[in-house]
Nanobody
Framework: VQLQASGGGLVQAGGSLRLSCAAS????????MGWFRQAPGKEREFVAS????????YYADSVKGRFTISRDNAKNTVHLQMNSLKPEDTAVYYC?????????????????WGQGTQVTVSS
């Protein structure tokens, strides 16, 4: 699976962005998908994930109620709708795919990673 993230940019606090992750391969629908982020000088952290059918989603406490993850298996895409953005959301955002998805927030669960897209939120 190859993953291509897009949709990042510069936005003011309180604004919104929608990230997209396009996946190659006909087995996309069998993977759990996740979004992670990494700010300068910090470790990569879990943001949100979704199971193969979209029936189960998980969020980090820091984004719960503001971010929404979704997927379209017909188009091999995963989205992260980010509302009410805060300066602390500034990071490079990565999408990832897990063959054996359990809903864990662990980086180690994911087998494939996209290249990342920069999100910058100004105060």
């Amino acid at each position: 699976v190859q993953l291509q993230a897009s949709g990042g940019g510069l936005v003011q606090a309180g604004g919104s962005l929608r990230l997209s992750c396009a996946a190659s391969g006909r087995t996309f629908r069998s993977y759990g998908m996740g979004w992670f982020r990494q700010a300068p000088g910090k470790e990569r952290e879990f943001v949100a994930s979704i199971n193969w059918s979209g029936s189960n989603t998980y969020y980090a406490d820091s984004v719960k109620g503001r971010f929404t993850i979704s997927r379209d298996n017909a188009k091999n895409t995963v989205h992260l709708q980010m509302n009410s953005l805060k300066p602390e959301d500034t990071a490079v955002y990565y999408c990832a795919a897990a063959r054996s998805y359990s809903g864990s927030d662990s980086v180690g669960e994911y087998d494939y990673w996209g290249q990342g897209t920069q999100v910058t939120v100004s105060s």
